[in-house]
C-alpha cells in the first residue's frame, strides 16, 4: 500500500487545505497569532502520518500516529479560539470540528490496528 491510499492520510491532507483556504482570508494580525498556529498544527497531522508510514518499525508508526492525534486536538483548540475571537463562523467551526471527529475515529482504528498480527509487519524480519 502507497501512502497516498491510506484513507487517513487522505481526510488529513484535505481538512489541511480547506483550513489554509479559510485562514487565507484573515487579516495580518489574525493570520500572524491564530493562523499560523492553526495552519502548522493541522498539517502536522498529515506529516505525522506520513512519517511514521515511512518507519520500518510498527512502534515508530504507532508514536507518530499518537503525535498525529495530539495534532489533531490542537488543531481543535486553535479553532475554537479562531471561532471566539469571530475569525470563523459557527458553521465553519462546526465543520471542522466534525471532519475531524471522524478522522480522529479513523486515527485511533488505525492505531489500534497497527502491529496486531506478525503478517502485518513480516517484511520487518525478512
Not at 497516498?4 to 480547506?18: C, F, R, V
Not at 466534525?98 to 482504528?109: P, S, T
Amino acid at each position: 500500500m502507497k501512502l497516498e491510499e491510506l484513507n487517513i492520510y487522505q481526510l488529513s491532507m484535505e481538512i489541511g487545505e480547506k483550513i489554509w483556504t479559510n485562514t487565507l482570508k484573515w487579516d495580518y494580525f489574525s493570520t500572524d497569532t491564530i493562523g499560523k498556529q492553526l495552519v502548522k498544527a493541522v498539517d502536522s497531522i498529515s506529516a505525522n502520518i506520513s512519517e511514521g508510514f515511512g518507519r520500518y518499525h510498527f512502534k515508530d508508526r504507532k508514536n507518530f500516529c499518537y503525535y498525529a492525534r495530539g495534532s489533531l486536538f490542537e488543531t481543535k483548540t486553535w479553532l475554537i479560539k479562531a471561532y471566539n475571537r469571530k475569525l470563523l463562523p459557527e458553521s465553519d467551526l462546526n465543520a471542522f470540528l466534525n471532519e475531524l471527529e471522524i478522522l480522529g475515529v479513523k486515527l485511533n482504528n488505525y492505531i489500534n490496528s497497527i502491529g496486531n498480527t506478525i503478517n502485518d509487519h513480516k517484511w520487518l524480519w525478512m
